[in-house]
């Protein structure tokens, strides 16, 4: 069956600008999770949804990033304002035990 | 808070040969701990999950030990191959946070050489 994907796979923004990046999680997961990564480090915790409601956002940086998943299904991690720190691949993956990951959007934030 | 350490950013070894990659944890002994593997430009694929009450958990030519007194685990391929090579992830669930919230440590890459 299909897994996690997400879109786009690549994204350029310049500073200033605001950034959605959408995720499929494989059909009928009940649990979301969004992640960033950056280069050579691994995967950092970002939010964490249990069908629409979101159970954990602990590990937004800041009131920059908001995720969405108000159907249960896809979800949607916003940035708003892109800063040159936020450049990383953002990873979400679905299923509590294990996880299982999408391809990850890479932001480069010029 | 728990601190994850894989103890070499970089591992090459000869194919053939038993790769040996190491996670060691600074705080509490979580329940359960996890072995991904990721490959450039993608996201990490689940290989393994081993209790802390298992000693040893085995797949394939994969094996993972746990050592709860140590704070370590070991992850162990036999017989490696060229298409072994990645970078592979410990990971442990935070319990300072919700069910499923991860940490993970930085990755050892593994490069097998023919």
């Known amino acids: 069956g299909a897994g996690v994907s997400q879109s786009p796979r690549y994204k350029v923004a310049k500073r200033g600008q605001d950034v959605a990046l959408r995720c499929d999680p494989i059909?009928?997961?009940?649990?979301l999770f969004w992640y960033q990564q950056a280069l050579g480090q691994g995967p950092e915790f970002l939010t964490y949804f249990q069908n629409e409601a979101q159970l954990d956002k602990s590990g937004l940086p800041s009131d920059r990033f908001f995720a969405e998943r108000p159907e249960g299904s896809v979800s949607t991690l916003k940035i708003q304002r892109t800063q040159q720190e936020d450049s990383a691949v953002y990873l979400c993956?679905?299923?509590?035990?294990?996880?299982?990951f999408g391809p990850g959007t890479r932001l480069l934030v010029l | 808070s728990q601190k994850i350490e894989q103890n070499s950013e970089a591992l090459n070894i000869q194919e053939g040969k038993t790769a040996t990659l190491t996670c060691n944890y600074t705080n509490y002994s979580p329940a359960y701990l996890q072995w991904y593997r990721q490959d450039p430009g993608r996201g990490p694929v689940f290989l393994l999950l081993i209790r802390e009450n298992e000693k040893e958990k085995r797949k394939e030519r994969l094996k993972v030990t746990f050592d709860t007194t140590l704070k370590q685990s070991l992850f162990h391929i036999t017989a490696s191959q060229p298409a072994d090579s990645a970078t592979y992830l410990c990971?442990?669930?935070?319990?300072?946070?919700?069910?499923?919230?991860?940490?993970f440590g930085k990755g050892t890459k593994l490069s097998v050489k023919p």
């Open positions: 993956a679905s299923s509590l035990l294990p996880q299982y």
């Open positions: 990971a442990l669930p935070n319990y300072g946070g919700s069910q499923g919230n991860l940490i």
């Open positions: 059909s009928g997961h009940v649990s």
